[in-house]
């Protein structure tokens, strides 16, 4: 009987990643009911991961994904539910509000109809959404995280803006003006990772389902840089709104990834926040308010005198022959960052399993110790000249939390050689710390 109750359970957290749950098994009464689809759906992240990349390397010969690419777009993936640790989700939140205070009906939450009709609503909410994102540019600064990634992979998938969900709440308040909000929890999820799925290139065509469908071949159009593929296919689960709102195109060409103008760094506190930071400089170079306003809230490429979504004049033309940033960097330095990624990887986890049983200063200060290992593995991969120094710092910061067991190993077997790692991955850049401080010294002379 158990064997049967977690095959099912099997079942139904991989149908979930491709939006095949039926009403029945997905409708309940209260929130409090709603399975964490997203958080249960790691185990199929990872397996789909991992296939694609020996599927991939079975048909090009190569790697799908590169290692500092890869740790970038998971650890944007990490960032973005952080939030949650703290608080619930903004969608929700502001959902139960609007359906507590100023419902005008209310459908029954049992019902197959409006199970659909929520799906439909959930969907279309996140067309605009998206489409908003692309064409308000205080939006766009926290989706461009999104995009930043010039591969398209499922690691991509996981690239998430930690701010967008600030916002994104705005667009499904009419939903819960008569969908019940437990309904509307279960397809904000799937809605979510139905997407999963979809960033790869490995799937080529699905036929007559093009046509209702967002697929991998809709959606590496909309990931493109190319002319022709910016501010199109919009869609979340269904690429019938696109269609109907003309913000559809097919993949022609070969798609070139990423942003218009690449930020070329895997930094990933610069990741996410570059872009209000850009913002800010070019409205303070306009004298009127106006200009000053319609920078922040007009399309990114929009100057004055230019209509509100700006034109693309001055976009860099994409010959095809575009490489995406990947520097060099030795392959020891690779399996030290992957394996320290992995350990914050697992403290991520245990952090998310245990919550409840923690204070709200032990999660803050664990959230804190997550941003500093993540940014601390970009700056090595970026090979910046202070990151000798932020690493050993960190190295200090994980051995006092070892000793004071906030951070602890997969498996009770693995402890002294954990700790025994992380001890000479102290010793190790706080020499390499020590013999840059002369050429320091030098350069402040």
């Given at each position: 009987?158990?064997?049967?109750?977690?095959?099912?359970?099997?079942?139904?957290?991989?149908?979930?990643?491709?939006?095949?749950?039926?009403?029945?098994?997905?409708?309940?009464?209260?929130?409090?009911?709603?399975?964490?689809?997203?958080?249960?759906?790691?185990?199929?992240?990872?397996?789909?991961?991992?296939?694609?990349?020996?599927?991939?390397?079975?048909?090009?010969?190569?790697?799908?994904?590169?290692?500092?690419?890869?740790?970038?777009?998971?650890?944007?993936?990490?960032?973005?539910?952080?939030?949650?640790?703290?608080?619930?989700?903004?969608?929700?939140?502001?959902?139960?509000?609007?359906?507590?205070?100023?419902?005008?009906?209310?459908?029954?939450?049992?019902?197959a109809w409006t199970w659909w009709l929520t799906f439909l609503g959930v969907d279309l909410g996140y067309y605009w959404v998206?489409?908003?994102?692309?064409?308000?540019?205080?939006?766009?600064?926290?989706?461009?995280?999104?995009?930043?990634?010039?591969?398209?992979?499922?690691?991509?998938?996981?690239?998430?803006?930690?701010?967008?969900?600030?916002?994104?709440?705005?667009?499904?308040?009419?939903?819960?003006?008569?969908?019940?909000?437990?309904?509307?929890?279960?397809?904000?999820?799937?809605?979510?990772?139905?997407?999963?799925?979809?960033?790869?290139?490995?799937?080529?065509?699905?036929?007559?389902?093009?046509?209702?469908?967002?697929?991998?071949?809709?959606?590496?159009?909309?990931?493109?840089?190319?002319?022709?593929?910016?501010?199109?296919?919009?869609?979340?689960?269904?690429?019938?709104?696109?269609?109907?709102?003309?913000?559809?195109?097919?993949?022609?060409?070969?798609?070139?990834?990423?942003?218009?103008?690449?930020?070329?760094?895997?930094?990933?506190?610069?990741?996410?926040?570059?872009?209000?930071?850009?913002?800010?400089?070019?409205?303070?170079?306009?004298?009127?308010?106006?200009?000053?306003?319609?920078?922040?809230?007009?399309?990114?490429?929009?100057?004055?005198?230019?209509?509100?979504?700006?034109?693309?004049?001055?976009?860099?033309?994409?010959?095809?022959?575009?490489?995406?940033?990947?520097?060099?960097?030795?392959?020891?330095?690779?399996?030290?960052?992957?394996?320290?990624?992995?350990?914050?990887?697992?403290?991520?986890?245990?952090?998310?399993?245990?919550?409840?049983?923690?204070?709200?200063?032990?999660?803050?200060?664990?959230?804190?110790?997550?941003?500093?290992?993540?940014?601390?593995?970009?700056?090595?991969?970026?090979?910046?000249?202070?990151?000798?120094?932020?690493?050993?710092?960190?190295?200090?910061?994980?051995?006092?939390?070892?000793?004071?067991?906030?951070?602890?190993?997969?498996?009770?077997?693995?402890?002294?050689?954990?700790?025994?790692?992380?001890?000479?991955?102290?010793?190790?850049?706080?020499?390499?710390?020590?013999?840059?401080?002369?050429?320091?010294?030098?350069?402040?002379?």
């Amino acid at each position: 009987m158990a064997a049967a109750v977690e095959s099912g359970s099997v079942s139904r957290g991989f149908r979930a990643m491709f939006s095949m749950l039926t009403p029945n098994e997905s409708s309940f009464e209260k929130v409090e009911e709603v399975p964490q689809y997203v958080q249960q759906a790691t185990p199929f992240f990872v397996g789909l991961m991992v296939l694609e990349m020996v599927v991939g390397a079975l048909k090009t010969g190569g790697s799908v994904v590169t290692v500092s690419d890869g740790l970038t777009s998971i650890s944007a993936g990490m960032i973005s539910r952080l939030p949650a640790l703290l608080m619930r989700s903004c969608e929700l939140t502001a959902y139960i509000y609007i359906w507590d205070h100023f419902r005008l009906v209310e459908l029954p939450w049992d019902s197959a109809w409006t199970w659909w009709l929520t799906f439909l609503g959930v969907d279309l909410g996140y067309y605009w959404v998206h489409r908003f994102a692309h064409e308000v540019s205080i939006l766009w600064a926290a989706h461009q995280v999104h995009h930043s990634s010039e591969y398209y992979n499922l690691t991509t998938a996981l690239r998430q803006s930690l701010t967008q969900q600030f916002a994104s709440w705005i667009f499904y308040l009419p939903l819960a003006l008569a969908l019940p909000p437990s309904i509307f929890a279960v397809h904000l999820q799937l809605n979510l990772l139905y997407q999963f799925w979809i960033h790869t290139e490995l799937i080529r065509d699905l036929g007559p389902l093009e046509w209702i469908l967002n697929t991998p071949k809709h959606h590496r159009v909309h990931h493109g840089r190319n002319l022709y593929c910016i501010d199109k296919n919009y869609g979340g689960i269904l690429i019938i709104w696109d269609r109907l709102f003309g913000t559809f195109a097919l993949e022609t060409e070969k798609v070139i990834y990423g942003l218009v103008f690449p930020i070329n760094t895997f930094q990933i506190v610069y990741v996410q926040f570059h872009y209000y930071k850009y913002l800010w400089r070019k409205s303070n170079t306009y004298k009127k308010i106006s200009n000053k306003l319609s920078a922040f809230f007009k399309g990114p490429s929009w100057k004055p005198g230019k209509p509100r979504l700006g034109d693309h004049l001055n976009t860099p033309q994409v010959t095809g022959k575009e490489v995406p940033h990947d520097p060099s960097w030795s392959l020891p330095l690779q399996v030290y960052v992957v394996i320290h990624f992995l350990l914050v990887l697992w403290t991520y986890h245990e952090l998310f399993e245990n919550k409840m049983m923690l204070s709200q200063l032990t999660i803050l200060g664990m959230i804190s110790y997550i941003l500093l290992t993540l940014t601390s593995l970009g700056f090595i991969i970026d090979r910046r000249p202070t990151s000798a120094f932020l690493e050993m710092l960190r190295c200090v910061v994980m051995v006092t939390m070892q000793r004071h067991n906030y951070v602890t190993p997969p498996s009770p077997s693995l402890a002294v050689p954990t700790q025994a790692f992380v001890s000479l991955s102290l010793l190790f850049w706080a020499l390499q710390s020590f013999s840059q401080l002369p050429s320091i010294k030098r350069k402040a002379d």
